[in-house]
């Protein structure tokens, strides 16, 4: 196998592709950060009045104003009052002030409401010559000009009050002053006017209008919310490949679990810096404040850190969901709770405050409200005309940035932590998270583990230590008892030849001549319990049940190894097993010199191609691509590139891909695909080809092209092949196995297994004279009692044994020593058979009375013989 490296450059590149093709899906999905920071902005900055547009970063004077003792100046806006009204008017509030003892009060009238504002931000700004402190403006609406028809005038008259003077029980305080200042405007229009009636009212204005930074409050909980909305989009997409069967299959192919996770981590990397660089260039295209002001690595050390860790969460997340539609929605509602509930605590419960401690231990707990946060604290510097600087990240007294950066550095190794140990229980099977901790620990992080182990390989060490290691485990054969009924010569309970070959398993000197051993293997899976035990206050009650019972069985070096058994009997378990993929509770196994049981030596994987029932291809590549990036990542034995790009083409060739080698897989017939799933397993010379059902689905022809591939495939390696199809195991297997309730029923070559399990013969005969005729004359003629008539249609009769026929037949098999005597017995029996069909031929009369035309005999088939074995199965359709 490559190196590490080679293989995470090789996983890379292939994500690297796959993006590529998928860029427009990759697009939506990534573009949501980026439209709700947007969105986020958009409202921030039409919230803020147009002239704002403009004005640099500013703090307000008067936060916490002391009511109307702070206030020394007051704008007046009288837009439609003459001259001598806006004198009157100033006249009258300066004397209302002096009341209150003020009387240096100044007072600054202002032709129209924007010159005030305009005023207002020079203020804001800290210009010199802006003293003016908002209080009051009193703003007289349609003065008229002329009294009405009934010699009255009426007058609304509005006092806007700033709303920093109104805050809490300040209230009290303005109120009668406020009276005070718009009695006093009534009066003084009254004089000028002669009016005789006044609507006035108070409106409160947000002095906050006239350049507030609104974004502050709003862009920091939208843009953690856009990026937490990554941890969804992610482990989405890392729960869709594992449901496509993508990651199983890559790492049975040989892909180490780390590469294979870093492929995912740097190609997000890559992603989440273009989503930083899109996310702060709308940020500076809409100008936000707090974002132009601060120094940029205020910014991006947040986001960079973040990303670092909400990828690895993300990754642990994906070990919750079974599908990715569960993950998406799951995730992409939950983090919107995550982000937004802490969010509206602290700004509306907590009134913005909170102190360093909570923030940091909340963060520590919720990277996404860390994130916030440091937005927020940044949104508020600036806010506060002290944005935060570069210098600024030393001081962590006043800046949280770098301290929450780090809190996300360490959130990240500890989520790898916790990934790894997710991924150590997923495949090793360790049944406890805190075991696969202890397993993590030992195994990966100390080394302390066992060669064999089905993880080492994350550990670093070399295959070499690995085989060195794992070789010594090699069960001797004698490490598993045999089974009492195969014990000695066996008991006659099991086939014959599956006790020899339980015997020969358990003789170490034979065990150069098998590719595959397995002795005394088991597995269990749990399952709900049927309705009709389901206990009703144990909701969701499972049970275990046994899938592999004490399985023994052996591939020998070089052989297609046809895996029989009716559905549901534990030939896809078995070679999950044998690849790694399912943990037994018990038994040795061994492929070639490594051994994969009790514990995975994934060095073997190195030598084992998997063609896996269901296609496991990636659409978007095509079959070259898909070779190639296979190719890379379980390496050439010379390291040739040449040699490679020359496997790849030969194998194209042989399995018939010439002209689909550039089409993208997702274009393929199904027939096609089961092509490149056949090719892909032999990519690298394997030792053993693990062939799943691999003809499912396709038309005779492609059938029939699979099996040329099979033919050639056999002649440089073993091959297991699992298949419901009869004729395909007995036209391409040297041996056969049936499996039944975990256990293999009989084993051997195909002539063996109908010799042996068949019913018999089957004889047609066709005649153009009487079939009656013809009946009589052959059961009687045959072995009495061995015959009986199946079926007679028209001018043709159909022969079969009898089960006494059978039986004499068995009896005379069963005294034969060997498989050899026991051909010899079939051959004698055709032999017969032939001879009395055919022996009218020597006598005219009979055979004029006769009149047959055609005659043919028929052996038992193996579906026959597969049949009278599938009965067996526990749960079966009979
Ligand atoms: N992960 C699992 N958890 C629980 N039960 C499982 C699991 N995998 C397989 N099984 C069950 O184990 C039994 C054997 O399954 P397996 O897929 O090995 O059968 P098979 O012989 O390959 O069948 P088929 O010919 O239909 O592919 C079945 O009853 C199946 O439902």
């Not at 014990?487 to 098998?514: K, L």
């Given at each position: 196998?490559?190196?590490?490296?080679?293989?995470?450059a090789?996983?890379?590149?292939m994500?690297?592709?796959?993006?590529r093709?998928?860029?427009?899906?990759?697009?939506?999905?990534?573009?949501i950060?980026?439209?709700?920071?947007?969105?986020?902005?958009?409202?921030?900055?039409?919230?803020?009045?147009?002239?704002?547009?403009?004005?640099?970063?500013?703090?307000?004077?008067?936060?916490?104003?002391?009511?109307?003792?702070?206030?020394?100046?007051?704008?007046?806006?009288?837009?439609?009052?003459?001259?001598?009204?806006?004198?009157?008017?100033?006249?009258?509030?300066k004397?209302?002030?002096?009341?209150?003892?003020?009387?240096?009060?100044p007072?600054?009238?202002?032709?129209?409401a924007?010159?005030?504002?305009?005023?207002l931000?020079?203020?804001?700004?800290?210009?010199?010559?802006?003293s003016?402190v908002?209080?009051?403006?009193v703003?007289?609406?349609?003065?008229?000009?002329?009294?009405d028809?009934?010699?009255?005038?009426?007058i609304?008259?509005?006092?806007?009050?700033?709303?920093?003077?109104?805050t809490?029980?300040?209230?009290?305080d303005?109120?009668?002053v406020?009276?005070?200042?718009?009695d006093?405007?009534?009066?003084?229009?009254l004089?000028?006017?002669?009016?005789?009636?006044?609507?006035?009212?108070f409106?409160?204005?947000?002095?906050?209008?006239?350049?507030?930074?609104?974004?502050?409050?709003?862009?920091?909980?939208?843009?953690a919310?856009?990026f937490?909305?990554?941890i969804?989009?992610?482990?989405?997409?890392?729960?869709?490949e594992?449901?496509?069967?993508?990651?199983?299959?890559?790492?049975?192919?040989?892909l180490?679990p780390?590469?294979?996770?870093?492929?995912?981590?740097?190609?997000?990397?890559?992603?989440?810096?273009i989503?930083?660089?899109?996310?702060?260039?709308?940020?500076y295209?809409?100008?936000i404040?707090?974002?132009?002001?601060?120094?940029?690595?205020?910014?991006?050390?947040?986001?960079l850190?973040?990303?670092?860790?909400?990828i690895?969460?993300?990754?642990?997340?994906?070990?919750?969901?079974?599908?990715?539609?569960?993950?998406?929605?799951?995730?992409?509602?939950?983090?919107?709770?995550?982000?937004f509930v802490p969010?509206?605590?602290?700004?509306?419960?907590?009134?913005?405050?909170?102190?360093?401690?909570?923030?940091?231990?909340?963060?520590a707990?919720?990277?996404?409200?860390?994130?916030?946060?440091?937005?927020?604290?940044?949104?508020?510097?600036?806010?506060?005309?002290?944005?935060?600087?570069?210098?600024?990240?030393?001081?962590?007294?006043?800046?949280?940035?770098?301290?929450?950066?780090?809190?996300?550095?360490?959130?990240?190794?500890?989520?790898?932590?916790?990934?790894?140990?997710?991924?150590?229980?997923?495949l090793t099977?360790?049944?406890s998270?805190?075991?696969?901790?202890?397993?993590?620990?030992?195994?990966?992080i100390?080394?302390r583990g066992?060669?064999?182990?089905?993880?080492?390989?994350?550990?670093?060490s070399?295959?070499e230590?690995?085989?060195?290691a794992?070789?010594?485990?090699?069960?001797?054969?004698?490490?598993?008892?045999?089974?009492?009924?195969?014990?000695?010569?066996?008991?006659?309970?099991?086939?014959?030849?599956?006790?020899?070959?339980?015997?020969?398993?358990?003789d170490?000197?034979?065990?150069?001549?098998?590719?595959?051993?397995?002795a005394?293997v088991?597995v269990?899976?749990?399952k709900p319990?049927?309705?009709?035990?389901?206990?009703?206050?144990?909701?969701?009650?499972?049970?275990?049940?046994?899938?592999?019972d004490?399985?023994?069985l052996?591939?020998r070096?070089?052989?297609?190894f046809?895996?029989?058994?009716?559905?549901g009997c534990?030939k896809?378990?078995?070679?999950?097993?044998?690849?790694?993929?399912?943990?037994?509770?018990g038994?040795?196994?061994?492929?070639g010199?490594?051994?994969?049981l009790?514990?995975?030596?994934t060095a073997?994987?190195?030598?084992?191609?998997?063609?896996?029932?269901?296609?496991?291809?990636?659409?978007?590549?095509?079959?070259?691509?898909?070779?190639?990036?296979?190719?890379?990542?379980?390496?050439?034995?010379?390291?040739n590139?040449n040699a490679v790009?020359?496997?790849?083409?030969?194998l194209?060739?042989?399995?018939?891909?010439?002209?689909?080698a550039?089409?993208?897989?997702?274009s393929?017939?199904?027939?096609?695909?089961?092509?490149?799933?056949?090719?892909?397993?032999?990519?690298?010379?394997?030792?053993?080809?693990?062939?799943?059902e691999?003809?499912?689905?396709?038309?005779?022809?492609?059938?029939?092209?699979?099996w040329?591939?099979?033919?050639k495939l056999?002649?440089r390696?073993?091959?297991?092949?699992?298949?419901?199809?009869?004729?395909?195991?007995?036209?391409?297997?040297?041996?056969?196995?049936?499996?039944?309730?975990?256990?293999?029923?009989?084993?051997?070559t195909?002539?063996?297994?109908?010799?042996?399990?068949?019913c018999?013969?089957?004889?047609?005969?066709?005649?153009?004279?009487?079939?009656?005729?013809?009946?009589?004359?052959?059961?009687?003629?045959?072995?009495?009692?061995?015959?009986?008539v199946?079926?007679?249609?028209g001018?043709?009769?159909?022969?079969?044994?009898?089960a006494?026929?059978?039986a004499?037949?068995?009896?005379?098999l069963a005294?034969?020593?060997?498989?050899?005597?026991?051909?010899?017995?079939g051959?004698?029996?055709?032999?017969?058979?032939?001879?009395?069909?055919?022996?009218?031929?020597?006598?005219?009369?009979?055979?004029?009375?006769?009149?047959?035309?055609?005659?043919?005999?028929r052996?038992?088939?193996?579906?026959?013989?597969?049949v009278?074995?599938?009965?067996?199965?526990?749960?079966?359709?009979?």
């Amino acid at each position: 196998m490559p190196s590490l490296w080679r293989q995470l450059a090789a996983a890379l590149a292939m994500r690297r592709t796959l993006i590529r093709r998928e860029l427009r899906s990759l697009i939506a999905g990534f573009l949501i950060p980026v439209i709700m920071i947007s969105i986020a902005s958009l409202v921030s900055t039409s919230i803020v009045i147009p002239s704002a547009d403009a004005m640099p970063s500013f703090s307000r004077p008067f936060v916490n104003p002391s009511a109307l003792k702070d206030v020394d100046a007051v704008g007046l806006v009288l837009p439609k009052a003459t001259d001598a009204q806006a004198a009157a008017v100033t006249a009258s509030l300066k004397a209302s002030f002096a009341a209150l003892g003020k009387p240096a009060m100044p007072l600054m009238p202002f032709a129209s409401a924007a010159d005030f504002q305009a005023s207002l931000i020079d203020f804001y700004r800290g210009r010199p010559n802006a003293s003016l402190v908002p209080a009051a403006i009193v703003v007289p609406d349609a003065v008229p000009t002329a009294p009405d028809a009934d010699g009255k005038q009426s007058i609304k008259l509005a006092v806007l009050v700033d709303d920093v003077l109104v805050t809490g029980s300040r209230l009290n305080d303005i109120a009668p002053v406020m009276e005070a200042v718009a009695d006093n405007a009534k009066q003084a229009l009254l004089q000028q006017t002669g009016a005789v009636s006044f609507n006035s009212l108070f409106t409160v204005f947000a002095s906050d209008k006239f350049g507030y930074d609104i974004s502050s409050a709003f862009v920091p909980p939208f843009a953690a919310s856009a990026f937490a909305q990554m941890i969804s989009i992610v482990a989405s997409a890392v729960v869709e490949e594992r449901e496509a069967g993508h990651r199983d299959y890559l790492i049975t192919m040989g892909l180490h679990p780390f590469a294979y996770y870093a492929s995912i981590f740097v190609i997000n990397i890559v992603i989440f810096f273009i989503n930083i660089g899109a996310s702060s260039l709308v940020l500076y295209l809409f100008k936000i404040p707090s974002f132009i002001n601060t120094n940029y690595l205020n910014w991006f050390l947040p986001m960079l850190t973040f990303s670092l860790c909400c990828i690895v969460l993300s990754m642990c997340l994906a070990f919750m969901f079974r599908t990715q539609a569960s993950a998406g929605a799951a995730l992409g509602f939950g983090m919107s709770i995550v982000v937004f509930v802490p969010y509206f605590f602290v700004y509306f419960v907590a009134n913005d405050e909170i102190s360093t401690g909570a923030l940091y231990g909340i963060s520590a707990a919720l990277p996404t409200f860390g994130l916030y946060r440091a937005f927020s604290e940044i949104g508020l510097a600036a806010q506060n005309g002290t944005p935060f600087t570069l210098a600024s990240l030393a001081d962590t007294g006043r800046n949280p940035i770098l301290i929450l950066s780090l809190i996300f550095v360490a959130q990240t190794f500890l989520y790898a932590y916790i990934l790894a140990a997710l991924v150590y229980r997923d495949l090793t099977n360790t049944k406890s998270f805190v075991g696969a901790l202890v397993g993590v620990t030992n195994n990966w992080i100390l080394g302390r583990g066992n060669g064999g182990s089905a993880t080492n390989a994350v550990g670093g060490s070399s295959s070499e230590q690995y085989i060195r290691a794992s070789t010594s485990e090699l069960f001797d054969g004698t490490a598993v008892a045999v089974p009492a009924a195969a014990a000695g010569g066996g008991d006659g309970s099991i086939d014959a030849e599956v006790v020899r070959e339980i015997q020969r398993i358990s003789d170490p000197a034979t065990a150069n001549e098998d590719i595959i051993r397995m002795a005394g293997v088991r597995v269990e899976f749990t399952k709900p319990v049927s309705r009709d035990r389901a206990r009703w206050w144990m909701p969701g009650e499972t049970e275990r049940f046994t899938v592999l019972d004490d399985l023994w069985l052996a591939i020998r070096k070089h052989e297609c190894f046809a895996y029989l058994g009716p559905n549901g009997c534990g030939k896809t378990t078995t070679i999950k097993t044998l690849i790694g993929m399912v943990q037994p509770i018990g038994g040795h196994a061994t492929i070639g010199p490594f051994s994969i049981l009790p514990r995975y030596n994934t060095a073997a994987r190195a030598i084992i191609g998997i063609c896996p029932q269901f296609d496991t291809l990636w659409g978007k590549l095509t079959p070259r691509e898909h070779l190639r990036f296979l190719a890379a990542i379980r390496g050439s034995s010379s390291g040739n590139a040449n040699a490679v790009e020359a496997e790849i083409e030969s194998l194209i060739g042989e399995v018939g891909l010439m002209d689909f080698a550039d089409a993208s897989i997702e274009s393929l017939s199904g027939g096609n695909k089961r092509k490149v799933s056949l090719a892909s397993a032999c990519i690298g010379n394997p030792s053993v080809v693990f062939l799943d059902e691999p003809t499912t689905g396709v038309d005779v022809a492609i059938r029939r092209s699979i099996w040329n591939v099979i033919e050639k495939l056999k002649q440089r390696t073993s091959v297991i092949l699992t298949t419901h199809s009869m004729e395909e195991a007995d036209a391409l297997s040297d041996r056969i196995g049936i499996m039944v309730n975990g256990q293999l029923q009989c084993v051997g070559t195909p002539q063996r297994l109908k010799t042996v399990y068949g019913c018999g013969y089957k004889v047609t005969v066709r005649t153009r004279g009487s079939p009656d005729d013809v009946r009589d004359w052959f059961l009687g003629g045959m072995d009495a009692g061995a015959w009986d008539v199946a079926r007679q249609v028209g001018s043709t009769i159909v022969f079969q044994m009898t089960a006494a026929g059978v039986a004499g037949l068995q009896a005379e098999l069963a005294a034969a020593r060997s498989d050899k005597d026991k051909m010899l017995v079939g051959f004698e029996r055709l032999r017969r058979i032939f001879a009395f069909i055919e022996s009218p031929a020597g006598q005219p009369e009979l055979a004029a009375r006769l009149g047959i035309v055609s005659h043919e005999v028929r052996e038992t088939s193996m579906s026959e013989v597969f049949v009278s074995f599938a009965g067996l199965q526990k749960g079966a359709d009979k």
